[in-house]
T-cell receptor, first 115, second 114 residues
């Protein structure tokens, strides 16, 4: 069965430091992968997605992610974190179910930014 | 503005009561979804609908019901059979004419039990 693992529940970084959030997936076919961000009490906003082609994808707010098939990973990175990046981040993989489109989410990583 | 509107933002349920969460979208999307979010558990799919007058159960449909009478609307009813309804509920929608398609989310409804 498909699954997504985000091994880090909480991460704290200093403002201006680099960031990497880990995501590992389990899916038999070619995965379609997403990173979403959620501010407290809000819905999810799409940061970036990987469907095919270049394994390094760029997203909004200066985020990027790299798809590594050999490691079943899709880690999210940012070179320099801003205080406004503090939020919860979710990795997701698209799966097909009954002909429909379904997202399987990881349990999320809560990012805290120290000033 | 185009988007997904969920209402109310906060909702309280009494014991034995059914409550309905509203989700409206003006994006002309065919598919709509309901997710439940609990701390530390990510999002879990309750129901989804790919077309008007049709919907399918997700992973945790027990204690919930939905309808899809209009393309724009996908209300979720939390019934009295749902014994642990306290959670954050998120509605999403997507186009069905793209592969793969992207889900867009509303701002959520937080449901609490009195």
């Amino acid at each position: 069965a498909q699954s997504v693992t985000q091994p880090d529940i909480h991460i704290t970084v200093s403002e201006g430091a680099s960031l990497e959030l880990r995501c590992n997936y389990s899916y038999g076919a070619t995965p379609y992968l997403f990173w979403y961000v959620q501010s407290p009490g809000q819905g999810l906003q799409l940061l970036l997605k990987y469907f095919s082609g270049d394994t390094l994808v760029q997203g909004i707010k200066g985020f990027e992610a790299e798809f590594k098939r050999s490691q079943s990973s899709f880690n999210l990175r940012k070179p320099s974190v801003h205080w406004s990046d503090a939020a919860e981040y979710f990795c997701a993989v698209r799966t097909l179910t009954g002909g429909g489109n379904k997202l399987t989410f990881g349990t999320g990583t809560q990012l805290k930014v120290e000033l | 503005d185009g988007g997904i509107t969920q209402s109310p933002k906060y909702l309280f349920r009494k014991e034995g009561q059914n409550v309905t969460l509203s989700c409206e979208q003006n994006l002309n999307h065919d598919a709509m979804y309901w997710y439940r979010q609990d701390p530390g558990q990510g999002l879990r799919l309750i129901y989804y609908s790919q077309i008007v007058n049709d919907f399918q159960k997700g992973d945790i449909a027990e204690g919930y019901s939905v309808s899809r009478e209009k393309k724009e609307s996908f209300p979720l009813t939390v019934t009295s059979a749902q014994k642990n309804p306290t959670a954050f509920y998120l509605c999403a929608s997507s186009r069905e004419d793209q592969t793969p398609n992207i889900q867009y989310f509303g701002a959520g409804t937080r449901l609490s039990v009195l």
